[in-house]
């Protein structure tokens, strides 16, 4: 069993829908939570990081983290068909200073 | 801003040669990583390294190897090219403290013939 899994997609939505992505994750440990958004043919890029369990939000991105659930979360509001891309959830354990354990992603595709 | 730039974006090579991916990061960063991404599998960590001249296994070691002489540089040598090999290859960097974020270069699509 993988450290963290994510729900693998894809997903199509459209647009100005809201978007909920997700992740679960097994080592308790894990204490910083990120996530990636990667367009086709580019690197992953940071979109959300949140410390411990609680909520962040980005403007129309909101990132969750439930630790007792181990479960996190990133939801999209207003969708718009330039946020169709992959999103992969990402985490680290306090010792591992910079080194991450990623999720496969989810490709998500908002239709006009 | 942080920039990883990687030296090709596209590779064409054929079954037994040595391939090297090079990868540099400008923000002085002490950690580097090399991925390979492939469809299904996600991200999956091949080396990395938090320091000149020291490199640590990731998850999928077998078949590269890597080389960190300067802290800007962090080279991936394929020391002879499979046609499972064939993926998109990630170089990214990052800070040596607790929760740093990792930057990413743009990839390298590598096909093996």
């Known amino acids: 069993q993988k450290e963290v899994e994510q729900d693998p997609g894809p997903l199509s939505v459209p647009e100005g829908a809201i978007v909920s992505l997700n992740c679960t994750y097994s080592n308790s440990a894990f204490q910083y939570f990120m996530w990636y958004r990667q367009y086709s043919r580019k690197g992953p890029e940071l979109l959300m990081y949140t410390y411990s369990s609680g909520n962040k939000e980005d403007g129309r991105f909101t990132a969750q983290v439930d630790k007792s659930s181990k479960y996190i979360s990133l939801f999209i509001r207003d969708s718009q068909p330039s946020d169709s891309a992959t999103y992969l959830c990402a985490m680290t354990l306090p010792p591992s200073a910079g080194k991450s354990t990623f999720g496969d992603g989810t490709t998500l595709t908002v239709k006009p | 801003d942080v920039k990883v730039t990687q030296s090709s974006r596209y590779l064409v090579k054929r079954t037994g040669e040595k391939v090297f991916l090079e990868c540099v990061q400008d923000?002085?960063?002490?950690?580097m990583f090399w991925y390979r991404q492939d469809p299904g599998l996600g991200l999956r960590l091949i080396y990395f390294s938090y320091d000149v001249k020291m490199k640590e296994k990731g998850d999928i070691p077998e078949g590269y190897s890597v080389s960190r002489e300067k802290k800007e540089r962090f080279s991936l040598i394929l020391e002879s090219a499979s046609t499972n090999q064939t993926s998109m290859y990630l170089c990214a960097s990052s800070l040596w403290a607790p929760g740093e974020t990792q930057y990413f270069g743009p990839g390298t699509r590598l096909l093996v013939l």
């Open positions: 923000m002085d960063h002490e950690n």
